[in-house]
């Protein structure tokens, strides 16, 4: 089997390693912001050279090789780590959720930064390897759990609870992680309704999703339950694209991070019950090609979804990809009433 050492002659040299890019980036309201806190600022070339080399060298020190099934692909650029950990205002006294370690090359910035770090990581041997790497630092702990399967509120809860005993005024924890590609979707709708204990969570994804769930595009197909359940629980915001050749293996697409504001309950808009309503949402999209009015008919008859469409202020005639959050929120308490 090819190991990480024999594939390190196939990477760029560590000077072209491109950094991350700062777009013009849509908010959730459309409106194009130019974060000004989310600038490049080089590392030394000792810096440099440290994760680029040190990644490979970690992993064949356990001679393992990036798993496809895992979804592996480890950052070799520490700007980007460094703007990840800026983006979520990581600062001393933070609890920060980071999900996939890997060889722990943000987790050092993290813990750099003053956070105290809890990993989840599924793999067994990267666990060993960040579990070695830290282990003189009272700052971090990583499980070996299947993040999507765990219960993280329950190891989360308790860190929280401690530092209120101690006075310490840290009221919620953050995430920040650099997901596996396939399990990003999976990990946005377990975080984003934990608005109680998380204040941001800070994810690198998949370009193309990272657009998808922050751009509002209706009346297209990328229009999706998702982006109503982004809207419904934070404020998402597009802060720059990582160039796939910042990872290893490169993946074949590039990457890019989102920060989710979550809102706390309060702060939902008001419907009488969030399951019922992402009921009728899914049951909307379901039928996406058919007018609301037919594909929502198993909730009430087809007229009574035309008067509660007309007293929304909405068209009868109206189809899922045009309505918005806050449509269908009007929509929804329309036909609760019916």
């Given at each position: 089997m090819t190991t990480a050492v024999q594939l390190f002659h196939?990477?760029?040299?560590?000077?072209?390693?491109?950094?991350?890019t700062v777009p013009a980036a849509k908010s959730s309201a459309g409106a194009r912001n130019q974060p000004a806190s989310l600038h490049v600022v080089c590392?030394?070339?000792?810096?440099?050279?440290?994760?680029?080399h040190a990644t490979l060298k970690a992993l064949n020190s356990k001679g393992r090789f990036p798993r496809k099934s895992l979804g592996q692909h480890y950052m070799l650029n520490p700007e980007i780590n460094e703007q990840l950990a800026r983006a979520a205002n990581v600062e001393e006294g933070d609890v920060v959720l980071e999900i996939g370690p890997g060889t722990g090359s943000l987790t050092?910035?993290?813990?750099?930064?003053?956070?105290?770090?809890?990993?989840?990581e599924k793999d067994p041997h990267m666990v060993d390897l960040v579990r070695e790497?830290?282990?003189t630092t009272d700052k971090f702990k990583v499980l070996q759990e299947d993040f999507v399967k765990c219960h993280i509120r329950s190891h989360i809860s308790p860190i929280l609870e401690n530092r209120k005993a101690l006075n310490v005024s840290?009221?919620?924890?953050?995430?920040?992680s650099n997901l596996p590609f396939n399990i990003s979707t999976d990990v946005i709708k377990l975080l984003l309704p934990m608005g109680d204990i998380f204040s941001e969570v800070v994810l690198l994804l998949q370009e193309e999703t990272a657009v998808r769930l922050v751009e509002l595009s209706l009346r297209t197909s990328e229009y999706r339950p998702i982006n109503i359940f982004v809207n419904f629980y934070s404020e998402p915001e597009y802060n720059f694209r990582v160039p796939r050749t910042n990872f290893f293996p490169q993946p074949n697409v590039d990457a890019a991070v989102v920060t989710f504001r979550l809102k706390q309950a309060p702060d939902y808009p008001s419907v009488a019950s969030t399951k019922s309503f992402f009921s009728m949402v899914h049951s909307a999209f379901n039928g996406k090609r058919k007018m609301l009015r037919r594909s929502l008919q198993h909730i009430c008859p087809s007229n009574e979804i035309e008067?509660?469409?007309?007293?929304?202020?909405?068209?009868?005639?109206?189809?899922?990809e045009e309505l918005t959050l806050?449509?269908?929120?009007?929509?929804?308490?329309?036909?609760?009433?019916?």
């Open positions: 196939s990477l760029p040299p560590i000077a072209s390693l491109p950094t991350a590392a030394s070339r000792k810096g440099r050279d440290d994760d680029y050092n910035v993290l813990i750099n930064s003053g956070a105290t770090v809890l990993a989840i790497r830290f282990e840290l009221i919620r924890a953050k995430v920040v008067r509660a469409l007309g007293d929304a202020g909405l068209p009868t005639t109206s189809r899922p806050d449509d269908f929120v009007k929509l929804y308490n329309m036909i609760a009433k019916v």
